[in-house]
């Protein structure tokens, strides 16, 4: 029995992609087959559905014009464009730029190589509430600083970031401002004109469409060197024969999202407070992260202490369920989390971390299933601990 | 990143689990802040462990290592126990991923603790010739890449 649940709390890793979304692209599959750049009619077809959905998906988040909108094949693809392409642009010498520390790591890579490229980068580090304070920004700022990165919603803590407020503050010493948003649309109100960036993040499956499907947002007169070249496709900012079916199930996702967020937020974000109140009335020496800071509704993350998290997740797993942990050992090195190393969270605590996010499928009756089967998983991994007791008392969890 | 069968099963029904109370030895070894930590108490008679129980504190791979190692070592002579190599607690595993090598030096350094541990409270000379994790040199995650492909599996 327990072995046939399928219990998908991961929603932030990844999405299932809606039925909706299947269908409307499944068209353009079949028959919306033409290239996008050619001037005969199967081509005039897909080039009308491509900025269709272009127009689409520009209107969703605010963009004043569909030319704002550049596809690429996902998020990392979108973060590696703002953060090479705006300075290698604007300031091929040299310069400085500002990303926070607790980014991921699609702009922390990227940053690095605009280190070996002559830039100087500062790794702004987050508040131990777990939120970028738009004075550290102002303070950071040089007057050769070109570009400010700061993501708008964690992918691990899930807390929100005052983008509108540091890119108010990056503009007055003439630097462009960037957010990665992944995390964020479609989970919090979001209009890239209100939060004032001059270029934005966003993925595909992280909202219902497939894998392989992403775009930058960028402002019109915003410098940016191409990273893939080729036919100049993407207004020259982005070469490669277009995705039109991805597009379109792109600009559909986007749509869903957005168009019932006032009712799906609220309940998102009561699954997660009863997951939350559940883990917590039920074990002793939990934690809940960032709590004193505006999160995502969709994200709840815990600290188990005295439990390392990947022993969490594959006894969850045994039983059917899916959710993240920012263990060492989940990641293939020494270090946990950088996240959480950055909002000063103890290593011997970020072990035990666990990411629990859930999403438009995700039922009560899924979050009861959690709270029955994961107390008990605890209590028996910190029972085979040899210092539980010995860290935090007698009377364990 | 994949687990064997093996290792699930380890994992999942881990062998021996406990402390002993009347132990002759204890080893631990591990730190949390790097993730894990294990405590291994043995019963010895005849210079062989009669009897073998792990604590710990860690992922699947030091789970199952730990619990692996302590069948392997039971009935073993002394010399045979801190004989066993982390390649042979990996093999016997049907292998680890590479990231996760260091955690049979875990259980093999454990073993080797609570040998030792008996001996010098017996009055007798160590003969583990030291653990892996003691050497300021050991780095868990550089693997050899030859190993690291062997133990894939």
Redesign the interface.
Known sequence: MEQERDTYLDYAATTPVDPRVIDAMLPSLRDVWGNPNSLYRRGREAYTALEEARERFARVIGAEHPGEIIFTAGGTEADNLALLGIPLRSRPDGGHVIVSAFEHHAVLEPAHELEKRGFDVTYLKPRPEGYIDPEDVRAALRDDTVLVSVMHGNNEIGTVQPIAEIAAAAHERGAYMHTDAAQTLGKIPFDVTALGVDAATFSGHKIYAPKGIGALYLKRRTPLAPLIRGGGQESKRRSGTQDVAGAIAFATAAELVTADLDTEAPRLAALRDRLIDGITSALENTEVSATHHERLPNIAHLIIK??????ML??LD?KGIAISTG????S???E?SHVLLSIGC???LA?GSIRVSVGRYTTEDDIEYFLEVFPPIVKR?RD?????EK?FGSHAG | ?L?TDKV?DH??N?RN?GVLDDADGVG?VGN????????ISIKVAEDRIADIRF?????????ATSSIVTEMAREMTLEEAVAITKKQVADELGGL?P??MHCSVLATDGLKAAVDDYLVKNGREPISGGLEHDDPNFD??AVPHEEACETEG
């Open positions: 005295g439990v390392e998290g990947e022993a594959l006894q045994a263990s060492a050992c989940s293939g090195s020494l946990p103890p290593p011997e072990h991994l085979m601990s040899p210092v539980y860290m | 990143m687990y699930m994992f999942n881990p689990v631990e949390p802040v790097c993730g894990d930590m294990m405590k604590q710990t504190l860690g992922c699947g791979a030091a789970i991923p990231a996760k868990p995650h």
